[in-house]
């Protein structure tokens, strides 16, 4: 109990802060604050601004919510950033809901609602366009609130938000909202140097409690216990069930292994191979109507043998329902196995709701085939849609079409869906908290290969577990597979090292900008200033600690190859240049060789036959279609056997060696089984007649690189043993100790060349591009004669560059300049443009062997050769390349402008109806760029044009999508997928 003196301090503190804005907020809410929460709020009060560093659902965004409360008392705009739109929206309803539709204000990509009101929420982007613009809408800006502001760590956007926090105006007060990152008080520091007095305020504590599991077969272990001290560790008996299934899963394979050698012996090489070839369908085939003898046990050897406990997701849900730990967001890193874990669910008959509940699904989900054609509703797999949520399941990725997102994130947020398949996307910040997170795995295909979850994004997706003025604890759950390791899952759960890194780097939009705004020299000291460089500048102080050691060891070792003959230094330096000239050569043999390989693939025609005898061994093929990259070039072809593949260059052992020629015609349909048996009986009879090919201009030969290597390997070693050191005794001990020297010394040359490459390195690439903008015209150098002074300006091309952003500016820019879109009518503009966003997430064959027009065609090739151009340049310039244009989406795009159905645009690629609408909306956006950018009227009517020609139809209703580029990252095969060739869900 406290002391009369510690009562009457509390109440004179309740009595000051009645006083307060910060008091009077209070009072308006019907919750208690956390201290942290109140800290915040009375440090912004004071006028500094603060950054909040608190686990997910702890309620960072009150202290946003009381900067908002601040600008209204004090006569101020309030700006309310957010990432992705699917925040802006839930945002801009909650302010509604409180301060009335007139005095707050919505901005998006695609969405202007009431842009000059009091409290104006938008994404970040919208933010950083204004403050280049010098918009009026910043006029009497008082505060603004960054949500999720470690963002900026993100490699694609996270540019933005750097930006924003450099340029907006220091009257401006910063509320900067984080989730829990270990470098707090150096983003903190950052922010202080930058923005003026920032108070860093950071909590790790969780208001719902998370109890951190793993299932092992249908059991639910808590992975941590605590012993009769009080000392946390992990579950014994945890990790002896999870030791028991591993063996048993070890024995399993073991016997399957066995079974299939005993089967091989006892049938005999030679007739075993001949069976197993001559097989028919009766016996189960692996993927690619493979054998897989492995699963071909007999029904007694399956009996006799101990097999795995490993449950289906159907069954894991089960055991959840059981321990009342629903509604739970299980994740899954790929949206196919998204999908196939609601059809394998809905197939079992799990239903999670009662006949209220699937009443309100009912209705809502109907509210959306309202709001969609009709025609539309299969391809969109709305039924089986409808029919898993109102069961109470439902999946959530990039794939799904925006309002089947948002609907989903309002039934889940109101308590009606029990269970969402996910993946990681959901974590990044949109409302939808549950009892439980479920994580399939602890690994995620990245898009390149399989990689661990790192240790914050185990916290990032297990912070969504425990819904805060619902439920009194949360539950973090992982399946157990062979080779999860509960020691593995503990350490995740029981750190948290979630380091913010800059991703700042300048780009061509953001240096014209800045050149424009601010001049050269301003404009490198605003970048210098940057997180980026300020971490930078922190990690040199390690760095040279580093090379002082090293040059002690390279004394010692300097000292042991000292030779009595000579300089033996002189004699391992020339031996490390033979060494080097010899890989040189080889490395010039066979660059020369696949350069001849490549310029022959890109001068292949449509209805060249030739012969592959690399690696796919397709033996004879004629080509479908032309390559249109200049660098990687890959042509479409048919085999005689009538099936199609894609050839790439390193296919190929050998130039490409005409044979014979066909003619293709131009109505030929690659994905016509019939029609290809016709070609390929054409392609047959042309080598059997011996039709002659066309005229091959043959591809030279490089060899100028030869004979100079050649004589310098031969002067190194004429060189090497003309050395007095050549003759010591003790030559190739010296040796030794003189590539262990070389090594250490190149390693020292190395962290000095970071050392020099850290110190201003912002400003330098900064350079590099203002560089080449200078090459291309884009600005143009002037010097003052009297005071020596250089004055860059902007010149008109430049101007065009400012209004263009995305990773393809400076190239869209330069097909603008160039007048490559001039003579597209729209419906070409809307299919063309789509080459400047597009990116196949993997290689796409494309079988169409001509674009749907001649405009289009010329304006490809156009782009071809400027990005070629471009590309050189930014080599030149050492800057990072743009990425080739992809022509993948054209004819979709083509399509859907000509009014073609969803389906039949969809059909032959792999693009979801949701990833469609994303591109269909990034076209949008880079068509509107150009209508503001462009002096030219006709083409600035072609690109509003081109826009109606393909806003509509589900394009039309795009609700809030997130269109930023965290796409979920997609695993190449899913083990368990299923081979159903339609997908149960949109």
């Known amino acids: ?58 309620g960072k965004t009150i202290v946003g919510e009381f900067a908002i409360h601040l600008a209204q008392a004090r006569g101020t705009k309030a700006f309310y950033t957010t990432p992705i739109k699917a925040l802006s929206n839930q945002k801009y309803t909650d302010l509604v809901h409180r301060y009335g539709e007139e005095k707050v204000g919505l901005l998006t990509g695609d969405t202007s609602i009431n842009s000059e009101a009091d409290i104006v929420v938008m994404t970040t982007e919208v933010l950083r366009n204004m403050l280049y613009a010098h918009s009026s809408t910043l006029t009497n800006l008082g505060f603004v609130v960054m949500d999720e502001v470690h963002y900026l760590a993100d490699r694609f956007r996270g540019a933005v938000w750097e930006e924003v926090i450099i340029h907006l105006p ?33 909590s790790e504590h969780r208001p719902v409690p998370l109890w951190q599991y793993m299932m092992v077969g249908n059991r639910l272990l808590d992975l941590f216990v605590s012993d009769e001290k009080h000392n946390t560790k992990i579950n014994p008996e945890l990790l002896r069930l999870v030791e028991v299934a591993d063996r048993r899963e070890q024995r399993a394979d073991w016997g399957k292994t066995r079974s299939a050698h005993a089967r091989y012996r006892n049938s005999g090489t030679h007739q075993g191979r001949r069976r197993d070839r001559h097989r028919g369908r009766g016996g189960r085939r692996g993927r690619g109507g493979r054998q ?31 321990a009342n730990l629903l509604p739970a967001i299980f994740f899954i890193f790929s949206r196919a196995a998204c999908d ?128 805060r003025g619902i439920d009194v604890e949360g539950h973090a759950v992982v399946i157990h597979r062979p080779g999860v390791n509960p020691k593995d899952v503990a350490g995740l759960a029981s750190k948290r090292t979630y380091p913010l890194n800059s991703s700042f780097a300048p780009t061509y939009n953001m240096s014209i900008n800045l050149l424009a705004q601010y ?51 002189e004699y391992a330096r020339l031996r490390r240049e033979l060494s080097t000239a010899e890989k040189n050569y080889s490395r010039s043999r066979s660059k020369d060789r696949f350069h001849s390989i490549t310029t022959s693939l890109h001068d292949l025609q449509v209805g060249d036959i030739f012969t592959v005898a690399g690696k796919k061994r397709l033996g ?26 894609t050839i790439s260059a390193h296919d190929l052992k050998e130039p490409v060696e005409l044979r014979s020629r066909v003619k293709v015609h131009r109505e030929f349909n690659a994905n016509a089984p019939k029609q290809r048996r016709l070609l390929a009986n054409e392609v047959r009879h042309a080598m059997e007649t011996g039709v002659e090919p066309r005229p091959q201009n043959r591809p030279e030969n490089f060899t100028y690189s030869e004979d100079p290597l050649a004589q310098q390997i031969q002067n190194l070693k004429q060189q090497l043993e003309e050395h007095p050191c050549h003759q010591c005794p003790d030559r190739e ?82 097909l603008i300049h160039h007048g490559s879109l001039n003579h597209l009518n729209p419906r070409e503009l809307a299919a063309f443009v789509s080459a400047l966003v597009y990116e196949a997430k993997r290689e796409e064959p494309d079988y169409h062997y001509s674009m749907p027009s001649e405009a289009i065609q010329e304006s490809v090739l156009d782009a071809q050769q400027i990005w070629d151009q471009l590309r050189r340049a930014e080599r030149q310039h050492g800057l990072p390349t743009t990425t080739e244009p992809d022509i993948g989406l054209i004819w979709p795009v083509y399509k859907w402008s000509g009014g073609k159905s969803l389906k039949e645009c969809l059909r032959g690629t792999e693009l979801s109806a949701g990833d469609f609408v994303r591109w269909i909306r990034q076209c949008i956006d880079v068509l509107e760029q150009i209508a503001k950018a462009t002096q030219q009227t006709e083409i600035r009517d072609h690109c509003h044009a081109a826009i109606d020609s393909i806003r509509h139809g589900v394009v039309d209703y795009i609700g809030a999508d997130i269109v930023e580029n965290h796409e979920d990252t997609e695993e190449e095969i899913t083990e368990d997928a299923s081979t159903r060739p339609d997908s149960p869900l949109p």
Not at 7 to 25: C, H, Q, V
Not at 628 to 640: G, K, Q
């Open 170 to 202: 220091e009257s401006v007060q910063l509320v900067s909202l984080s989730a829990t990152v270990s470098n707090a008080e150096e983003f903190g520091a950052w922010l202080d140097t930058v923005r003026g007095a920032t108070s860093v305020i950071v």
């Open 519 to 569: 001049g050269r020299e301003r404009a490198r000291g605003i970048l210098e200033s940057s997180f980026a460089q300020f971490q930078a500048d922190r990690s040199v102080v390690g760095l040279a600690q580093k090379v002082r050691q090293q040059q002690k060891s390279l004394a010692g070792y300097e000292k042991a190859f000292t030779c009595h003959l000579g300089d033996f230094r």
């Open 340 to 467: 196939d874990a609601v059809y394998q669910c809905v197939q079992a008959g799990i239903s999670l709701t009662d006949k209220t509940e699937q009443a309100v699904i009912a209705a809502r989900v109907d509210q959306l085939a309202d709001m969609l054609p009709p025609e539309d509703l299969d391809v969109l797999g709305f039924w089986n849609f409808r029919k898993a949520a109102i069961a109470g399941i439902c999946a959530h990725h990039a794939g799904l079409l925006p309002i089947f997102k948002e609907a989903i994130e309002e039934l889940f947020a109101a308590g009606m869906l029990k269970l969402v398949f996910a993946t990681e996307t959901l974590a990044l910040g949109i409302n939808m908290p549950a009892r439980t997170v479920v994580l399939e795995k602890l690994q995620k295909f990245n898009g390149i290969t399989h990689v661990n979850l790192t240790a914050g994004e185990y916290t990032q997706l297990t912070g969504r577990a425990g819904r």
């Open 620 to 645: 004879t093929v004629v080509v479908l279609s032309r390559a249109h990259s200049l660098t990687d070039p890959r042509v479409a072809v048919l085999n005689e056997q009538a099936q199609l593949r």
């Open 733 to 814: 001990d010296h040796a030794r100790w003189a590539a262990r020297w070389s090594k250490l010394d190149e390693q020292a040359e190395e962290l000095r060349k970071q050392i020099s490459g850290r110190t201003g390195t912002i400003a330098k690439r900064f350079d590099q591009y203002c560089a080449l903008l200078t090459d291309y015209g884009y600005v143009l150098a002037e010097t003052d004669t009297t005071t020596s002074s250089r004055t860059d300006l902007v010149t008109e091309r430049g101007q065009l560059l400012r209004k263009i952003y995305g990773e393809k500016d400076m190239l869209t820019t330069e």
């Open 1 to 58: 109990m406290s002391s009369p003196a510690e009562r009457y301090a509390a109440a004179k503190e309740r009595s000051r802060l009645a006083n307060t804005e910060f008091g009077r907020f209070r009072a308006q809410l019907t919750f208690d604050l956390d201290p942290f929460q109140e800290e915040a709020c009375q440090e912004l009060e004071a006028g500094n601004g603060v950054l909040v560093a608190a686990p997910t659902g702890a």
């Open 292 to 322: 897989d003898s492995f699963e071909l046990d007999t029904e007694q050897n399956q009996q006799r043998r101990p097999r795995p406990q490993r449950l289906s997701r159907p069954s894991v849900i089960r055991s959840l329902t059981r």
